[in-house]
């Protein structure tokens, strides 16, 4: 399906401030978390080094996801700049921007084939993939499987994808990939006269990803209403912090220009009119979605409104 061009390219910064300070604050506290924490690898261990760095490299993708919206400044030259170190490793920025701004086409969300971070499948393709792959979906379909596999099927798709797409002439992905390139340049210097190995950093890179699908694991449902697809998780907790307050998600899927320190107040003034949108898509906290997902799929892989639609007009030809 087309996308409006409104929807491709970040939002118009016009009506923000000069500079967003809480932002560029956090973005400060990020990348000094990052350099002491390799500074100091040699006194906290590999092992407290690697769990450190996972927090800090995915407080760094919530940056990014927040300059990708148009924060902190009004220019998205000097917004992207601060987030040009590839601290994560494995997802080029400029791929990450434009994948994530085509899925907030909200019609599109959890579309397994328009929305490019849907975690659903075709139910006919799922009727004839095999079997070991349905149990490694199946497994990532529990939120400790997401945490545990979840990063490797996401670069898997992404790379097959962005091949696929560059084979067919789309040389926008190569530049993408270039920059990224550069962008590992000062990571890998710093990381190399640090005291822990590059594997641990790796690792840590890995970890972070791990930590980002808590959040994404149940941002978004199969739902007939749009709103009803995007989930509020009312936690002001750590976790809330090292992903911005993206776990208003309902919020930021209304008010996506709307910074991410704003998100809780804008929810908390409206909370029955944000609840009523969503279908009352709701969790209490973090802890609530590991008590009954941890071990436990939330739904099923194939996506249920294109199997119930199938259904649907197979009825009507009977």
Known sequence: MAKPPSQITPPSPSQRPLIEWPTLAMVVICYAGLVGVLAWGGVIGVAGSVVLLAVFIALHSSLQHEILHGHPFRSAVLSEALVFPAVGLFVPYQRFRDLHLLHHYDPNLTDPYDDPESNYADPAAWAVTSTPIK??????????????????????????????????GERSILWAYGLHGLGMIPVLYVVQGAAIPLWAYAMASYFGFSLLKIRTYL?????????????????????????????????????????????????????????????????????DVFRQYFLRAKDSVPHPLMAEAKQERELEHQ
């Open 135 to 168: 149990a490694l979906y199946r497994f990532n379909n529990l939120l400790l499987g997401r945490m545990l596999v979840g990063p490797t099927i996401s670069l898997w798709r992404l790379y097959k994808d962005d091949f696929g797409a560059f084979t067919k």
């Open 219 to 287: 941002e978004h449902r199969a739902h007939e209403k749009v709103p009803g697809r995007s989930v509020i998780i009312e936690s002001r907790g750590p976790l809330s912090i090292l992903f911005l307050n993206n776990n208003f998600h309902s919020v930021h899927h209304a008010h996506p220009k709307l910074a991410w320190y704003k998100l809780p107040a804008c929810y908390a003034e409206r909370r029955s009119h944000f609840l009523d949108r969503n279908q009352s898509y709701y969790y209490a906290s973090y802890v």
